[in-house]
């Protein structure tokens, strides 16, 4: 359950972005919300999938811990996004990690393929800077606090 991850561990997001300004935009707006939580920074698919398999310099599960939710951009170098959630979605230990598309997008085709290969929901960044803060305040309650998800596997 949500709640109890929040009580034992702060909540934990993970930001799948390339854009050094959009990330700093990001962490800002967080920090400004009502909404407590960690963010975690990567550049691209590649990176979040050795971010989430621990695996290089995240192999340190108390310095970079598990998300409980990814904001993923969908145009990167490397991986995009497309690309990334095919992978996540189709690998057993991540395919239940909810993912948020959080995008300058609002083309049907990035929206539908998006839903088609495995994203929770796609939203559209905000233009002005209170509604992006707005956005993940409303973001991170509804993930940490309504949503049930998957007791955490033993393995």
Do not use: C
């Amino acid at each position: 359950m949500s709640d109890s991850i929040t009580q034992s561990r702060p909540f934990t997001i993970l930001l799948v972005e390339d854009s050094p300004v959009q990330q700093a935009l990001t962490r800002r707006a967080l920090e400004d919300s009502t909404f407590e939580a960690e963010l975690r920074v990567v550049d691209d698919g590649v990176a979040a999938l050795q971010y989430l398999s621990g695996e290089g310099e995240f192999a340190d599960r108390d310095a970079n811990p598990s998300p409980d939710i990814i904001l993923l951009d969908l145009n990167m170098p490397r991986m995009d996004g497309h690309e990334f959630l095919e992978r996540l979605k189709t690998d057993p230990r991540f395919a239940t990690v909810p993912v948020t598309v959080l995008t300058t997008s609002n083309s049907d085709s990035d929206i539908t393929a998006s839903y088609a290969k495995g994203a929770n929901a796609f939203v559209t960044k905000p233009a002005e800077y209170e509604k992006f803060v707005e956005l993940l305040s409303a973001l991170g309650q509804f993930w940490a606090h309504f949503v049930k998800r998957p007791p955490a596997s033993s393995s």
